[in-house]
């Protein structure tokens, strides 16, 4: 059974930055697809960003692009979203998931809560 962590969430100010990571178990973490999504309170689930499992293709909604840098350390079993230029709108939980296909994922983590307000 894969299991996802995630961390690294908090109350930021607008133009903010955080970290979040995503800590995956077993030793198959490298051949696994992966993208963060978020669920904004009241709203449904909402792809942010995916990449491919050597890193070599990264993917981004264009509500986030030129703001938020996806990557992985597979050496690691983790993964990573650096969100910047925080906007209020980016407050939601943020989950990493596992084999997102646009309308569900095959497993999914906790999640790690971002709020972003002044």
């Known amino acids: 059974e894969v299991q996802l962590v995630e961390s690294g969430g908090g109350l930021v100010q607008p133009g903010g930055s955080l970290r979040l990571s995503c800590v995956g178990s077993?030793?198959?973490?490298?051949?696994?697809?992966l993208s963060w999504v978020r669920q904004a309170p009241g709203k449904g689930l909402e792809w942010v960003s995916g990449i491919s499992t050597s890193s070599g293709r990264t993917y981004y909604a264009n509500s986030v692009k030129g703001r938020f840098t996806i990557s992985r350390d597979n050496a690691r079993n983790t993964l990573y979203l650096h969100l910047n230029s925080l906007k209020t709108e980016d407050t939601a939980m943020y989950y990493c998931?596992?084999?997102?296909?646009?309308?569900?994922?095959?497993?999914r983590g906790q999640g790690t809560q971002v709020t972003v307000s002044s």
């Open positions: 998931a596992k084999d997102w296909d646009g309308a569900g994922y095959s497993a």
């Open positions: 077993g030793s198959t973490f490298s051949t696994y697809v």
